[in-house]
């Protein structure tokens, strides 16, 4: 007997990237941002730890969101904050897509879209990327209650353009999801979408260029009526004081961003040729991470080995990807360490 509905007795839970419990790990495993977060941030989460906390938090986040709405040209009623942007992908499921709905993504994608389609027993149709700069067809689905786009994607840091977003959005039925969560790293954003799609939902993340991945902060862009719809399946205080204050001290020193942000890009073009003189088929990435195929050794071997060592990437052992490895751009020692480990497995593949 179980105590559970069909689909969630059926469904794996989603797996997240490991987070060791011991030290000494170089981790480039969960595109977190290596540098710290702003010190501005620091200091307003400071001066948030008074007895207020005794007090629940603002519902609706109303300072981020005015903030917000100031920072990215848009209005107040068209920003929602999420306890992370993976809080608000759950509640765009929980708002639109019901038992037996279609929901559609390209793939390989981020698998956190597959498995909250599982938690609300909705169809999924993973449609597979042919060239990663385009969109496939067949995203084009009749009834679709939700389509995933990450852009850039992820696992593969690969971006297609806003005008194949902008036709994707006039075609698909239901609400179009553009997940910018690594979009701070790309040499451009799809925030126009707003300016003409009334079912275009823009999400960004806190986690990776504002370095705030363990206060969980995210936003989403939308039209009024769609915001208004996810706010009432929205958990009721999903952000806490804590996290309000940080994300404002955060969007107040956008500069502090774009100079980490700036430091990672330029680490990520020397991995990049660094991978590819190893003799790995490196893709272009506009993102903090880059994929990769290595065929021989065979990429789970690398991946052990180097963990082995110490250096944790990502290996995803998903059909058709189990030849790519994903690495974080780390700081530039950092990767530096990961390139001699790298070099040494595979002379060493090379010799047996
Ligand atoms: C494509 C994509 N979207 C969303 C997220 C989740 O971000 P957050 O930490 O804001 O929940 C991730 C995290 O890795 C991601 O890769």
Redesign the pocket.
Known sequence: MSYFRPNIEAMQGYQPGEQPREQGFIKLN??ENPYPPSPRVLDALRAALTEDLRKYPDPLSQGVREKAAEVYGLRPDQVIVGN????L?AMVCRASAGEGDLIVQPRPT?TLYETLARIQGARLLSVPFEDFARLPNGLVQKGAKVTFV?NPN?PTGTVVTTESLSELADRVDGILVV?E??VDFADFHSLSLLDRHDNVLVLR???KSFSL?GL?I?LGFGYPALIDGLLKVKDSYNLTRLSQAAALAALGDLNYMREMVARVRATREDLSVSLARLGLEVYASQSNFLWARCLRPPARRVYEELKRRKILIRYFNHPGLQDCLRITVGTPEEIEALVRELRSILEEAAMS
């Open positions: 969960t595109n992370g942007s993976d809080d992908l981020y990450s992820s997940d969560a690594y993340s806190f986690s991945a969980r995210g």
